[in-house]
């Protein structure tokens, strides 16, 4: 693969695999791709990063803001498309003796190759994915077992929350696990036109950005919100028909102040929505560092949060918590009718966030640990004028772990 700067010999290495690829367009892995790429480039790496593109044909290679793309074509949808994807990407990576950083452990099993040919392979190992019911007891099963292999074949294992570090640490040694969390932009400003188009009023109504999922909390936050006239609304994202039971439950138990605005897929529009909000209702009960949640604190708002170590440890005193319907009415009953409490909770969302959650220190904190693999004498030089960061795509709903669940 050409480079067309000419320090590229100099510049080590590092494939990223285990994701679509960038420009992100599906979610949480691709977002952190993108950014640990891009971070990566400017900092004296030479990033190269697996995507799959729709189709058959041969494996082609471009450029991307610097950074160099290997395509792999797969026609293939869902589960089988992911790991005829991930098999050829491993393989092409294997042909070479660079660190790899591998996001996910769906299909750890082919990542034995890696660790046959001794080339060094960092893993993000998401949340407890195979504890997640949705995905039923077959692919629960597939999950747990590629996670036993990942713990074994990864050189280094990333936690993305110190609870999740503290579980890998019952399937491999510690000295094996980092928590490296999830990173978001911050939004000090944005346009009014996507709220007031989708018929919102600026700081007029609350969000709930999730999939629509029993262990997200919706139908107890939706009740909660709807005991009571509010004289707000709450704009929840995503698909909501009557083709599912869940998602017919949550439209019965909405009030009329309930505004079901479907899914948004566009990064800007969502931040928009975000920043001109109230606050945000995070119900989610498992999983690590939710990227939804940081996004969250990143725009300043608010949050009522489902009360679990998880999320407590995320959004610390940026939150009020709630176990069930009841204290979950209650906080919502004090964010909309206590100004200064919103102001408090919103100071230490910005404040969390700007401490532990911004993209410049979650990748500077993956380049730290991909240097560990570099051999002696050699380092990254970082680029005396680093290229623009492009403006981020749309986004669309992921078939893989690490979107915002």
Not at 30 to 54: F, H, I, K, M, S
Not at 133 to 158: D, F, H, M, T, Y
Request: hydrophobic share 35%; proline share 7%.
């Amino acid at each position: 693969m050409n480079d067309p700067t000419p320090s590229a010999e100099r510049r080590p290495t590092v494939r990223l695999l285990g994701t679509h690829g960038i420009p992100a367009a599906y979610g949480g892995f691709e977002t952190a791709a993108e950014n640990v790429a891009l971070y990566l480039r400017d900092n004296g790496w030479r990033p190269v990063v697996y995507c799959q593109v729709e189709g058959t044909g041969p494996t082609t290679t471009d450029q991307w803001h610097g950074i160099d793309r290997v395509l792999i074509p797969e026609h293939r949808e869902g589960w089988l498309g992911t790991a005829s994807f991930d098999f050829a990407s491993i393989r092409h990576a294997s042909r070479h003796r660079d660190i790899c950083l591998t996001f996910g452990y769906n299909t750890a099993l082919f990542n034995i190759l890696q660790r046959l040919k001794r080339i060094p392979n960092v893993i993000n190992m998401d949340g407890i994915e195979w504890s997640r019911s949705r995905w039923g007891k077959g692919r629960q099963a597939i999950l747990w077992i590629n996670e036993r292999i990942a713990c074994w074949v990864g050189n280094r294992l990333i936690a993305d929350h110190p609870v999740i570090e503290t579980y890998l640490a019952t399937r491999a040694r510690r000295s094996k696990i980092v928590t490296i969390t999830y990173g978001a932009h911050a939004v000090e400003a944005a346009d009014t036109l996507p709220v007031t188009s989708r018929g919102l009023t600026p700081g007029r109504y609350l969000t709930l950005i999730c999939r629509p999922i029993p262990e997200n909390s919706i139908l107890e936050l939706v009740t909660a919100f709807s005991r009571e006239r509010r004289g707000h609304d709450l704009a929840i994202f995503g698909t909501y028909d009557d083709s599912d039971a869940y998602t017919r439950a949550v439209r019965h138990a909405a009030s009329d102040e309930v505004k079901f605005v479907g899914p948004i897929y566009e990064p800007d529009e969502v931040s928009s929505l975000r920043f001109h909000s109230l606050g945000y209702l995070h119900g989610h009960t498992v999983g690590g560092t939710n990227p939804s949640l940081v996004e969250a604190m990143a725009a300043g708002n608010p949050v009522i949060a489902h009360d679990n170590a998880y999320n407590r440890w995320v959004a610390g005193d940026g939150a009020l918590y709630f176990s069930g319907v009841d204290d979950a009415a209650a906080h919502i009953s004090t964010l909309l009718e206590s100004p200064d409490r919103r102001a408090s909770l919103a100071a230490a969302s910005r404040a969390r966030h700007a401490a532990e959650f911004t993209w410049q220190h979650v990748a500077g904190q993956y380049a730290d640990l991909l240097a560990e693999y570099l051999p002696a004498g050699q380092a990254p030089v970082a680029s005396a004028t680093p290229r623009p960061t492009p403006p981020p795509p749309p986004q669309n709903s992921s078939p893989r772990s690490g979107a915002s669940s």
